[in-house]
C-alpha cells in the first residue's frame, strides 16, 4: 500500500472511531458540519434583489391628418410623436404650448420636400379670404391659398447639441437662418438628414421628438404631388389638413 492510500484510511478510520464512539452520532456529525461552516460551500443567501426601475415615459402626442391620396379620394390618418423632454426640454415644452393652445388644430403641412426628406408644418392655415369659390366638379383642396399663421411665442433657444440626431422619423425644430428662430413650425424626417446635425462650423436644427407611430401617414404625404404657391416651394397641390393635435 502507497503512503498516501495508507494515510487516507488512516484519516478515515479516524473519524468512523470519534463517531462510533459516541452514543449520539448524528448529533456529533451535527456539530462537526457546524463547526466547519454547515458542510456547504453555497453562500448564505442574500436580500432579494432590487426590481427594476419604471421606464422612463415621456409625452406622446397624436397629429389627425386629411389628405388627397393618389386615388383622388380625401382619407384621414395619424401618426404618434414621442417627445423627449429630458434631452430637449426647451424645443418640447415649446410645441406643447402651442399643442395646448390649440394652435396647431387646422393647420396645414405646406411643405412635403423629397429632396431634402422633410415634411414640414405648424405655421401656415388656409387663407379663406382669397378663397375661390370651386367650378363645377374642381377639386376643392386644390391649390388653395395659404397664409402665415401668427405666432403665440418668443423664439426658441436652439437645442441643437443635445445628442440627439436628424435620423429617419425624428422631429425637429424648423427655423430660419438664425439658429435661435424656432417658433411654432417643426418637420419631420423622412429619411436620415445628417447634415441637419450640428458641425464644428454651423449650427443644427435640434431634434425633441420622434415618430414612434404612423410613418406611413408621413410617408404618403412626402410622396404627394407638390406645387410653388405664395412664395413657398414644395407645397403639396391637394391641402395637407393637420385636423388636430392632442396628447394621449
Not at 436628424?166 to 435661435?180: E, F, I, Y
Request: net charge negative; charged share 25%.
Amino acid at each position: 500500500m502507497s503512503t498516501r492510500r495508507f494515510l487516507v484510511s488512516l484519516a478515515l478510520l479516524g473519524v468512523v472511531g470519534l463517531v462510533a464512539g459516541t452514543d449520539c452520532t448524528s448529533e456529533v456529525i451535527d456539530a462537526l458540519l457546524a463547526g466547519s461552516g454547515g458542510g456547504s460551500n453555497e453562500p448564505e443567501p442574500g436580500p432579494p434583489a432590487e426590481p427594476p426601475g419604471p421606464e422612463p415615459t415621456f409625452p406622446r402626442v397624436r397629429i389627425s391628418v386629411e389628405y388627397t391620396a393618389s386615388s383622388g379620394d380625401r382619407v384621414r390618418g395619424n401618426f404618434v410623436i414621442e417627445l423627449n423632454d429630458e434631452l430637449a426640454p426647451i424645443s418640447t415644452a415649446n410645441f406643447l404650448k402651442y399643442l395646448d393652445a390649440g394652435f396647431y388644430d387646422n393647420t396645414v403641412f405646406h411643405r412635403a420636400d423629397s429632396g431634402l426628406g422633410v415634411v414640414q408644418g405648424g405655421g401656415f392655415v388656409v387663407d379663406e379670404e382669397r378663397m375661390e369659390e370651386p367650378e363645377e366638379e374642381e377639386d376643392e383642396f386644390k391649390s388653395q391659398p395659404l397664409k402665415l399663421k401668427p405666432v403665440l411665442y418668443d423664439p426658441i433657444e436652439n437645442e441643437d447639441i443635445n445628442g440627439q440626431r436628424n435620423l429617419r422619423g425624428s422631429v425637429g425644430v424648423a427655423r430660419t437662418a438664425d439658429p435661435d428662430s424656432g417658433t411654432s413650425q417643426w418637420y419631420v424626417n423622412t429619411r436620415d438628414n445628417l447634415g441637419l446635425d450640428p458641425t464644428g462650423a454651423a449650427r443644427g436644427y435640434a431634434v425633441f421628438g420622434q415618430v414612434v407611430g404612423g410613418l406611413s401617414i408621413v410617408d404618403e404625404i412626402q410622396a404627394l404631388p407638390v406645387e410653388a404657391r405664395d412664395d413657398l416651394l414644395n407645397v403639396p397641390v391637394h391641402t395637407v389638413l393637420l385636423l388636430t393635435a392632442e396628447r394621449i
